[in-house]
């Protein structure tokens, strides 16, 4: 629970150094903190009865707002990750809690499973929501692991299958609970329930299962993968706080994922450092220097007179910022200290 909250942290900062959302991202950095602090301090709470009333009050409060954070940043940051396919992703797995809050009114907040014909509203749109997550989402992982997964995830969820349909009278106490927080709503028996509805969800699973973990096992999209794996652990139920910061991390992350990383600091083009790096290696006997794209980083490095010697340059904002450093071994001369290195910034403007 506390290290999800730290991610949830971490992200919002993020956002709040991003610009280019503009002023909306204050308010959405402060309501997802203060949702984060509320559902931390409930989690805390929990092992005190003494104060159980004042920690539902706080995991209500902090589920509401960190949940409400979900669209709110979806919707300035859509701009943003018009490049990425998360954003719709977002969306779509919005819709399942919407409806579960919707159906069960301000007690969801606290873990009240949808009951009566509501949780076939709810059933229906995580079908839907699985589906179309299966469809319009394709993790870039390679098409033999790909169909090796789907495989797995079948088999498993082929299992599962047979033993609600044979054994979920047996494994009810142990499992109804665990089956409850995951989707939000009471399994009934499969007595009670039609074989198409059964299958339609085996279906929704598989889906759901294929698709984080194809994302998981992705170079490119394991932090996607890793934002669908927490959305699924923290499920539908919000039985908990931990459950609920399951859910606002990965809900956040998921948003987060779809926006460009940061842009590294390229330097001004008006004044370069490469010559001048360029003229440090031959005045020295050095190799020419080693320029980074867009001269980010510019470095001159080898060894005169058997002394170590690195020079290097980085764009920090405005300003060049220059480290050298220079080692220097001497077998004979003990009475000097034998590997001194110096260290310098010179902080020049462009």
């Known amino acids: ?193 039609a074989d198409w509805r059964v299958s339609l969800m085996t279906v929704a699973v598989f889906f759901i299962l294929t698709t984080v973990a194809s994302a998981l096992v992705s170079l490119q999209d394991r932090k996607t993968g890793v934002a669908l794996m927490l959305l699924t652990l923290g499920g539908l139920g919000l039985g908990s706080p931990h459950l609920a910061l399951l859910v606002g991390t990965g809900a956040l992350m998921l948003v987060d994922s779809g926006l460009p990383g940061p842009t590294p600091r390229v330097a001004s083009t008006d004044q370069p450092i490469a010559p001048v790096a360029a003229e440090l290696a031959q005045q020295l006997g050095l190799e020419p220097p080693i320029v980074l794209e867009h001269e980010s980083v510019v470095a001159v490095e080898g060894s005169v007179e058997n002394c170590s010697v690195r020079w290097r340059a980085r764009a920090k904002g405005d300003l060049w910022e220059i480290q050298l450093s220079v080692g220097s071994f001497h077998v004979a001369a003990r009475r000097y200290i034998c590997c001194q290195t110096h260290r310098e910034r010179l902080h020049t403007t462009r």
């Open 1 to 193: 629970g506390f290290l999800a909250a730290a991610t949830s942290i971490i992200i919002l900062i993020r956002w709040l150094r991003m610009t280019n959302l503009g002023s909306w991202r204050y308010a959405i950095a402060s309501t997802g903190t203060l949702g984060v602090l509320a559902l931390a301090i409930a989690h805390t709470a929990e092992t005190q009865p003494e104060i159980a009333p004042w920690t539902e009050h706080m995991q209500r409060f902090g589920t509401a707002l960190l949940l409400g954070t979900w669209p709110a940043a979806l919707a300035v940051t859509w701009r943003s990750s018009s490049h990425s396919p998360t954003r719709w992703i977002a969306a779509i797995l919005a819709v399942p809690w919407i409806v579960r809050i919707a159906a069960a009114g301000p007690n969801a907040l606290l873990g009240e499973a949808v009951a009566g014909p509501r949780a076939n509203w709810l059933g229906s749109t995580i079908v839907i929501s699985a589906i179309a997550l299966g469809i319009f989402y394709r993790p870039r992982v390679r098409g033999g692991i790909r169909i090796t997964l789907a495989i797995v995830v079948a088999l498993f969820c082929l299992w599962l299958r047979g033993q609600y349909d044979d054994r979920f009278g047996h494994l009810e106490s142990s499992l109804s609970g665990l089956l409850e927080s995951f989707f939000g709503f009471a399994i009934p028996y499969p007595a009670y329930v």
